[in-house]
């Protein structure tokens, strides 16, 4: 028997996705400026934070698809990424840059709150593995 999909599991999974895409945007554009001549320091160390954003965009979108799943790992890995928002976000916030701010804190909280909704507890419990043999 699969159990229902509950809405807040949909909701996450998109603000995961949202936040995967806006990293493979700054990413992009992160490239473009790196092979305009933007001035950097180290070539090298720009080369590896776009590596990092590409990697980190693909990690979310993996996330985002396996909670959507109902993979019980992804519920940590969300988590621990809606962190890493608040602590980029309130400090923006804090900074004067308020929609950009808004913009990260808000989606994060939604997030971690619905991370602890009973139902997405419930669902996201799935064990890797082979399926069962009978």
Known sequence: MVPVRPRPILVIALIV???????????GWYGFELVTAAPVRSFWGAVFTLGLLLAFSAWLFSVAAFLFRGYRWTRAAALVAQLFV??????????????????????????IVLLFDRRVITYASRAGGAPPAL
Do not use: C, F, K, N
């Open 17 to 27: 996705a949202a936040e995967a895409t806006a990293l493979l945007v700054a990413a």
């Open 86 to 111: 608040l602590t980029i976000g309130v400090p923006t916030l804090s900074g004067g840059l308020l929609w950009a701010g808004i913009a990260m804190v808000a989606p994060s909280l939604v997030a």
